[in-house]
């Protein structure tokens, strides 16, 4: 006679602590909060605040999108080959995301400044200024994204664990996402 299967989905949920659930999930809440914000009002802001023609806004989020789509995987290399080791401060993929998060900081709120100096270069120096901080925003964003993503197997040892931990930290990036909603 076979004996009933174990239940080890309830013994494993305590082995991640609920701080390092909560710290892990909000952890990323800059990311999400950038990434709502880009996909939802940044090509609005830049045609009706800053008066940019369609085609140049749609450029500028097409610049983000191929550097997103380069950056992330060169970023996942680069941090796969470092196999976890510390770049600084002692903790694996903490130097990273320190750096993904400066660039993010940098870049993103750049984005909503008026463009010096623009007027002498016209179409192209708004392209370049702009462009700019683009390739920054999204450059922070990808270092950040894969830096707190590959931090999961070494918080949760197994797969019901990590998806719990994933869990939280997708519904604190929905929370970010509402709050983006409710604020704008």
Sequence with gaps: MKSAPSNDFHQEKS????????????GHVLNDFCSSLWFTYLLVYFQYV?????????TLLLIGQ??????TPLVGLGIGKGKGKALCCGRPYKGWHIIGTICTILGFPA????CF????????????WYGT?????QIGWAIVQ?????????????????IEISSYKNATGFVASIAVYCIA
């Design 117 to 128: 100096g623009c007027e002498k270069y016209g179409q192209w120096g708004i392209l370049l």
């Design 111 to 114: 984005l909503f400044l008026p």
């Design 133 to 137: 901080f683009v390739a920054l925003a």
């Design 146 to 162: 894969i830096s707190h993503m590959a931090l999961i197997p070494i918080l949760a040892k197994t797969d019901n664990q990590r």
């Design 66 to 71: 191929i550097i997103d789509g380069l950056t």
């Design 50 to 58: 800053l008066n940019m023609g369609s085609t140049q806004a749609g």
């Design 15 to 26: 082995h991640v602590k609920l701080k390092i659930k909560i710290c892990y999930s909000v």
